[in-house]
């Protein structure tokens, strides 16, 4: 194939899989030059080890040299982001982690329990993947159970609104914030085991300023929501097409049938923000000059058949190989460890009782959202 000949996007010829030309190109090289859909000269990383070396190395950076950097938010680089990681990941420690595990279990299986008292056809989209996320997520960040139907609400509008109504998107992340600032005080008055209460703590420690403080909890709330529901949506039509959940209510099982879940999904949500060259650098060969924009494809590395053995084969069974579905280096997604959580949960409640569960629409017939940003099905009935 002529690298200098194609432009961006690729069409898909399967929600399910990355564009065809990802492999076709990375048989030439793992970085290949190309052109975004606005013309935008670039280069286009398809390889796994090219993949890390970009997203690790402090010379790609996420904003252009130049360009006006907001450093209360997650999306910058340098200390103002290692300041804010650094909070975020203090407030999901292994600790907090290990007290949360038992309810996201509870959570999971009394959204399946109510699926099956409703009765089979049932739908897992809205069924289990959306209430469980929007569950875990207030969870995590401490939401009252009687603001969690207001909560929910917001989540949805955040994360949808925004781009199919930019005024009721923006005001939906106003009333956000909002509301974010008011239990952020009630947090202050009466701390409890939570996300918002650390943050609160490390705040009041003089590490973060208030706008911060929302800021980083508002970040987690909008960019795990969509991500989340996605990915056990789409990794539970996987799985049952594959050949059911037999077995997956063993934990070591379902923990290597999410890993691969996860190495194997495509879409949207699998492709790493812009990063931009701020010095010259080699990469597998080549000379990408300082200014330049590298776009690293995720879906693409983890099918790099350097690393993953027949890697377009779906095989829930396969000894995990570290992947990057959530980015890699010092911008990977600090929700990774709840969001995996969540996904064996779900397949291990639906594994112990709904041993039977089978999809009742081909996955090539199932409807998918057309949200520009993180695609999946709009449902995916099921019967047991």
């Known amino acids: 194939m002529d690298t200098q000949s194609f432009a961006l996007p690729f069409q898909r010829t399967s929600p399910f899989a990355p564009p065809p030309e990802y492999a076709a190109l990375r048989r030439d090289s ?3 030059r190309t052109t975004t859909g606005a013309g935008t000269p670039a280069w286009l990383v398809l390889g796994a080890a090219e993949a890390q070396r970009v997203l690790a190395d402090r010379r790609f950076a996420i904003t252009r040299e130049g360009d006006e950097v907001d450093t209360e938010s997650l999306l910058c680089d340098g200390e103002p982001h290692a300041r804010l990681r650094g909070a975020l990941s203090r407030g999901l420690s292994p600790r907090t982690l290990d007290r949360l595990r038992p309810r996201v279990d509870g959570l999971a299986h009394g959204l399946v329990a109510d699926l099956r008292a409703g009765g ?50 923006v005001d939906a992340w106003l009333e956000l914030i909002d509301h974010l600032g008011g239990l952020i005080a009630d947090k202050r008055a009466d701390p409890g085991a939570d996300l918002l209460s650390e943050l609160v703590a490390i705040r009041d420690d003089g590490r973060l300023n208030d706008r911060e403080l929302v800021l980083a909890a508002a970040a987690l709330l909008s960019g795990g929501y969509l991500t989340t529901i996605n990915s056990l949506s789409i990794g539970l039509v996987k799985l049952l097409a594959h050949g059911g959940l037999g077995g997956l209510g063993d934990e070591a099982a379902a923990e290597r049938a999410v890993e691969e879940v996860l190495r194997h999904q495509a879409g949207l949500s699998g492709e790493a923000i812009p990063r931009w060259a701020r010095a010259d650098v080699e990469l597998a060969g080549l000379r990408i000059a300082a200014g330049d924009m590298v776009l690293v494809r995720l879906e693409a590395a983890n099918r790099d058949p350097a690393v993953f053995d027949d890697p377009d084969r779906f095989d829930p069974t396969r000894t995990p190989r570290p992947h990057v579905r959530f980015g890699y280096g010092p911008h990977r997604c600090i929700g990774a460890a709840v969001a995996r959580m969540e996904l064996v949960a779900a397949v291990r409640a639906l594994a112990d ?20 940003i993180d695609t999946g099905p709009e449902r995916v009935p099921a019967t047991w």
């Open 120 to 169: 089979a056809p049932g739908d897992l989209v809205a069924g289990l993947s959306r209430p469980l996320t929007r569950a875990v997520i207030a969870e995590v960040l401490g939401v009252p159970a009687g603001a969690r139907s207001r909560f929910d609400a917001w989540a949805e509008s955040v994360s949808v609104a925004i781009v199919d109504d930019l005024d009721g998107g």
């Open 30 to 32: 793992p970085v290949v």
């Open 353 to 372: 009782q709904l041993p039977g569960l089978a999809l009742s629409t081909p996955p090539e017939e199932l409807p998918w959202t057309d949200h520009p």
